[in-house]
């Protein structure tokens, strides 16, 4: 059973910059799509951005896109995302998850998040002055 877990959470000032790291367990993370999801109270989960398990498909959510980076090491089974530029908006719980793709990109990744079947538990992202 593979399991996840983010860190890299916390308090940033507007412009700055964050790197969360998902660490997995359990099995080979070289057979799974990592997706980055982020929610915030009260609104819907948005998929922030995927990775494909040979890096032959990745994607980010136009709000991001130019700021963040999604990479993976599957030998070191992590995954991260480079968040720079964060705006107060970006503020929420980010969320690593993953799904099987048996080690091949079949077709492009997706960041819906009914498509992923495993989760960690969330780190916070906080962006103020």
């Known amino acids: 059973q593979l399991q996840l877990v983010e860190s890299g959470g916390g308090l940033v000032q507007p412009g700055g910059s964050l790197r969360l790291s998902c660490a997995a367990s359990?099995?080979?993370?070289?057979?799974?799509?990592i997706g980055w999801f982020r929610q915030v109270p009260g609104k819907e989960r948005e998929g922030v951005s995927c990775?494909?398990?040979?890096?032959?498909?990745?994607d980010y959510s136009d709000s991001v896109k130019g700021r963040f980076t999604i990479s993976r090491d599957n030998a070191k089974m992590t995954s991260t995302l480079q968040m720079n530029s964060l705006r107060p908006e970006d503020a929420a719980v980010y969320f690593c998850?993953?799904?099987?793709?048996?080690?091949?990109?079949?077709?492009?990744?997706?960041?819906?998040?009914?498509?992923?079947?495993?989760w960690g538990q969330g780190t916070q992202v906080t962006v103020s002055s």
């Open positions: 998850a993953a799904v099987f793709d048996n080690g091949a990109t079949i077709s492009a990744c997706r960041r819906t998040g009914s498509s992923y079947a495993y």
């Open positions: 359990g099995v080979s993370l070289e057979y799974y799509t």
């Open positions: 990775l494909s398990s040979d890096g032959g498909s990745t």
